[in-house]
């Protein structure tokens, strides 16, 4: 088998490759790092140019080849090979015609659990309440909070420590209150409190035993993570952000997270992504894939799920809920009842719609400008 040509395509806020073989077997993959699309699109070409009249099997030596062969890395480097290596892996699935798990020691589970990822801030406490009596409403048995900060706050007060720790407590008690106790709670800092505000935050909620607490300082100071760690008494979760493997080792060697976050389509693809979960569960550790793209990195997830024995739980991001991105593509997720189904088609499980691109219009997702505090200084996103 050769690899013959490739078709870069944007739909929504998701960018996807598609890559042909002499034997008319398509592969797709889908990058991360949704703000630098068009420098990830140029990386793929880059790359798949290289592939031309080569073999796709190698699927190893490929991932290899491309983040070794050159002086320098990086998000947009990692993201164009997670794509290209998602694509080979679905090339591979539909050439001996089986799903990728087959290929990676086969199924563990039946069905994964997932977590509701709404992608919006409600406001007003009985609407925060509200939308997660619908959430459970529709069957999910965990879902995330936002707790990273006000989008603004004129007079700086949202932003003081008493009021910040006071206020998104509060979120957490409501949500509590309003799904019980047979449900999961997600924290999603999101990199948006200083260490002082994380320990703060983290001790005053313990009581409502959330599940997790993510990312609740910037991943950029290992030592810093895991100070948080070892004084609070929730399950921390990070390295969404993380592009390397051994950026997962000096988490896991510092005892910094019960939980780890691996991007499949910006840690390197499902050949990487693998590699972190064996990694973690030598340290006992659990992992719970990190899943904000497109329908090709939910199924690209959930190969990794279906054969990975120390999985947590699924992320599901709310742009898929409700059937809203079902005609993107040919076979879409099937979610019931808090778990998603294992699809039993070969490779990933699904090809892009020939329309994609005309039903889902593509759009800018992220840009330059960072967010402020009321003093004008940048905050982390």
Not at 335 to 343: A, D, H, M, N, T
Request: charged share 25%; hydrophobic share 40%; aromatic share 8%.
């Amino acid at each position: 088998m050769k690899i013959t040509g490739y078709r870069i395509r944007y739909a929504k806020h998701y960018l996807f490759v598609e890559i042909d073989t002499d034997e008319g077997i398509t592969g797709l993959g889908e990058a991360g790092n949704w703000t630098f699309l068009k420098p990830t699109a140029e990386a793929i070409r880059e790359m798949c140019d290289f592939m031309i009249g080569k073999d796709p099997s190698r699927i190893e030596d490929w991932n290899q080849n491309f983040y070794r062969a050159q002086y320098f890395r990086g998000s947009v480097v990692m993201s164009a090979i997670s794509a290209i290596d998602i694509a080979l892996w679905d090339i591979k699935g539909k050439r001996l015609g089986v799903p990728v798990y087959e290929l990676l020691g086969g199924k563990v589970r039946d069905k994964v659990r997932c977590y509701a990822s709404p992608m919006h801030v409600v406001d007003g406490h009985e609407a925060l309440k509200a939308s997660y009596k619908e959430l459970k409403d529709q069957g999910f048995s965990a879902a995330k909070i936002f707790v990273n900060g006000p989008i603004s706050s004129p007079d700086g007060k949202g932003e003081f420590h008493a009021s910040r720790i006071h206020e998104e407590a509060r979120k957490v008690a409501l949500v509590r209150e309003a799904v019980g106790d047979d449900f999961d709670l997600v924290l999603e800092v999101h990199r948006g409190m200083d260490k002082a505000q994380a320990i703060a935050f983290g001790r005053e909620v313990e009581k409502y035993h959330p599940m997790v607490l993510e990312d609740p300082v910037p991943p950029d100071n290992y030592d810093t993570m895991a100070e948080v760690a070892s004084k609070v008494a929730i399950p921390i979760a990070t390295g969404e952000r993380f592009i390397s493997l051994g950026e997962f080792e000096a988490i896991l060697s510092r005892h910094a997270a019960c939980y780890v976050r691996p991007d499949v389509c910006a840690i390197g693809g499902i050949t990487t992504a693998k590699k972190v979960a064996a990694l973690a569960e030598a340290h006992d550790v659990l992992i719970i894939p990190h899943n904000p793209l497109g329908p090709v990195s939910s199924a690209a997830c959930l190969q990794i799920c279906a054969c990975t024995p120390n999985l947590a739980i699924q992320e599901l991001p709310g742009f898929c809920l409700n059937g809203k991105e079902d005609a993107m593509v040919d076979r879409p997720i099937r979610f019931s009842q808090g778990f998603i189904e294992i699809p039993d088609a070969p490779g990933i499980g699904l090809s892009l719609s020939p329309d994609a691109e005309e039903l889902y219009p593509a759009v800018c997702r992220g840009g330059m400008a960072a967010r402020r505090s009321c003093d004008g200084a940048v905050k982390n996103w």
